[in-house]
Structures are given as structure tokens and as C-alpha cells.
């Protein structure tokens, strides 16, 4: 779901950015700072949302930049337990499936939240649910639909972000693909489920 949070910053503007508007200016820089940065347990920043508070402009005589506090509302997304997420299948392995949504890349469905019984075919690099007498196959580039677990994050990347205000989080999906758990401490992962009526691969459920 996508929720509105308040934050609070000091921004610098640089000097080749004076002549704009000074709100078009600290927009820029607070959309640079923020947007497709994961924020512990507040979730995915995606854009600036309004302005709540704008202090004094403060010019260092170091870098001619001005330096201003700022308080305003951020468009962030934070998936809640029990949502239901429809994602791609990008990668699959014994350790589960990975899909990607159209916010977030980084949805993982362990083999015990699997439909049951599942198991792992190597031959095919595909889980396959057994329904009676049918074997339904969970391929890569399905659609399906699964339902959040959990959420966690990880206060290592976030503090690896921390470290350069304009660093922003790398397109998980330029990641290595051939694994489902084979990924550099994402900063937010939703653990999801595939086990339950009307969740799993959406052509399963056609008529």
C-alpha cells in the first residue's frame, strides 16, 4: 500500500541552480536524495509529496551553496502483511521463486509457502505444483499472485545508502537472475506466500 510520511532535511542547492524557482529547485534535490530509497520499516520512498515547513536559505562561504531545513511528505510504499501482490516470476531455484511487481523487485516465496505438494524440477529450472492428477508448472515470466508474510529490512544497506546522499538503489532486476536467493542484502524484502485459493500463477485460475 502506499502511505504518506513526514520528513525533515537540511538540502543543499547548488549555485547552477539559483535561477530556477526556489521549490522546483529543492524538489529536484530532495526527489535525488530520496526517491527509490528504502527507509527501515517506513518502506520505499517514491516521490516528494508536498511541503509542510521551509526555513531560512544559508550560504556557506566554503562551496557558495544554500543550505535550507526543510520539513514535507513523502510518497512512500510499504506493503502490510496479508496484501495481495501480483508479480512477475524472475528467477527460481531449490531455495524458492523471486518476482518482481511493477514498485518492487524484491519479493521472495520460500518453498514451504509454495502451493502443496511442490517440488523443484531441475531439468525444467521450474517448480511444479502437483494438483491430482494435473502438474502445474510455476515458470519464469508468469504472472502470479502471492500474498505478503512479512516484511524486513536490512539496517546494512541502509547505512551503505547513507553514505552518498545522491546514491540511489540499483535496479534489482539488473541483478545476477539465475537464483532466486542469489542477491547483495536488498535493503527491503517482502517474504510472500503462493499457498492459498486464487494465489499462484494467474493461468491457473482462468476459465
Known amino acids: 500500500m502506499f502511505v504518506l510520511i513526514r520528513l525533515e532535511d537540511v538540502v543543499r542547492v547548488a549555485p547552477d541552480l539559483f535561477g530556477q524557482p526556489v521549490f522546483l ?4 534535490r530532495v526527489d535525488r536524495i530520496y526517491s527509490n530509497r528504502v527507509l527501515p520499516h517506513r518502506g520505499l520512498c517514491i516521490t516528494l509529496w508536498d511541503w509542510i515547513e ?6 556557506l562561504y566554503s562551496d557558495g551553496a544554500a543550505y535550507t ?3 514535507f511528505r513523502m510518497l ?3 506493503p502490510v502483511v496479508n496484501e495481495i501482490i501480483i508479480g512477475r516470476i524472475i528467477a527460481a531455484d531449490r531455495d524458492g521463486i523471486r518476482l518482481s511487481s511493477d514498485m518492487f523487485s524484491h519479493i521472495y516465496v520460500a518453498p514451504h509457502r509454495l502451493p502443496s505438494p511442490s517440488h523443484f524440477d531441475e531439468a525444467e529450472s521450474a517448480w511444479i505444483w502437483t494438483y491430482g492428477q494435473d502438474k502445474l ?3 519464469l515470466e508468469e504472472l502470479a499472485k ?3 508474510v512479512s516484511v524486513t529490512y536490512s539496517e546494512t544497506a541502509s547505512l551503505d545508502q547513507e553514505t552518498d546522499a ?11 537472475k539465475k ?16 499457498a492459498g485459493e486464487g494465489l499462484g500463477v494467474l493461468s491457473w485460475w482462468e476459465d
Open 54 to 59: 521551509k526555513g531560512e536559505d544559508r550560504l
Open 179 to 194: 537464483g532466486a536467493s542469489k542477491l547483495h542484502y536488498p535493503p527491503m524484502v517482502i517474504n510472500a506466500s503462493m
Open 146 to 148: 502471492c500474498k505478503v
Open 137 to 139: 508448472f510455476i515458470d
Open 69 to 71: 531545513h526543510v520539513a
Open 166 to 176: 545522491d546514491n540511489h538503489i540499483d535496479d534489482p532486476s539488473s541483478s545476477d
Open 25 to 28: 529547485a529543492l524538489k529536484d
Open 76 to 78: 512512500v510504499y510499504r
